[in-house]
């Protein structure tokens, strides 16, 4: 299969551009200045209905549009776009937009690990069985999502010998904390990486044989956006990815694929559903998260629906995410209100298997905290969010209700304010 890249400077050659007006491509060319965009021949010739380009949620997904900025950041980047401003000071203008858009999210930064004095910056170590991993050679993606903004950790590729040095110090970080049970390969997209790159990091786990090191987890869009990654008739180089999976899972580990699906419309094709079969040859499970997102999937019907289909092709819903703070938030955020009451509904719609998905949840500076429901208190005739740490910092504090004020505009829980329960039962 042929792989094409689309990006900020060559995306006029996309044929079915012809679609938009040429205003449109205009504001594509100056929105993503700011937002990276980048896409393949995939997602662009089978996964997006370009006669209704405007509603498709993979054309939002993919395609920056102007009011996925604020007025006066549009008017100031079109500005020096349309000003031939000098490549310097175009980029300071860039990046005076990307500040003001919270370009670090609930500060990440204080999970970076240690070992022996020496900080291991290409992990997180934020909770106490799990380890994220961040191989350098996979933190850029087969397509950016409009909505995300991992641009700060987007760097260039590195040398094999540099990720050698990587992966031997997270296996003896590992191996130090007997705690650490899982290993998360994310980035970007790990899946990025060719097979080969791939399995100099995994053998070096496996043969490092870790005995406190139970499971392999990748995050990973690849499903969506390049499923020939697992389809061995359109790739040759696919058979060696599901070969190493197999490796992981003969070795005794539980390998748990984390695919990430935004709307039933990246479900449809039949390469996907081949590349779902495939892995789970290998005894990979695969599980599925995803944010709610406006104007892509702010519905119960799309929620449900994409549920039911991942259960279908025996996949399993994890987590369902509310956005976070930060990029084209204004543009994409839905109230928590809003989305509590859209998840009800989606799963009342699902059925059982829509159990097994942790939801609402928002990952915030002390963890990742879920949205329990809304709760009316006959004593005030008040409503009050419940709310409870499904992760935390400090493992002791989660799964324990509390109650928080209910506002129907807040989208994050900074915005709320914590209640003691006296205060609300009296
Ligand atoms: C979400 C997340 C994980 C994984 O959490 P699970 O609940 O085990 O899926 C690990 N580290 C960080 C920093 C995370 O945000
Ligand atoms: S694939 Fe994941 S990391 Fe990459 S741009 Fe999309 S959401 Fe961000």
Redesign the pocket.
Known sequence: MRYITYNAKNFRKIEYLRYLPEEVKKEINIVSKVIPFKTNNYVVDHLINWEDYQNDPVYILTFPNKDMLLDHQYKKVKHAVENNYEKQDLYRVINEVRMEMNPHPANQSSNVPKLNGVELTGMQHKYRDVVLFFPSQGQT?????T??F?WPQFTKELDLKFAMREIDQAAEYIRQNEDVSEILFT???PMIMNPGTISKYIDYLIEARIPNLKTIRFGT?SLT?WPFTFLPEFNPEAQEMLNMFRRIVDNGYHLAFMA?FNHYQEMQTEVLEKAVHNIRQTGAEIRTQAPVLNHINNHSDVWARMWKMQVNMGMIPYYMFIERETGPFDYFKVPLAEVYEMYQQAAIKTGSFAKTITAPVMSAAMGKVQILGVVDNPADGKKYFMMQYVRHRDYRQTFQPFFMDYDEKASWVTQLREVKPQQVIA
Do not use: P, Q
Not at 141 to 145: D, E, G, K
């Open positions: 993606c087969h397509a950016h999502c909505f995300c991992r980035g970007g997209d869009k956006y990430h």
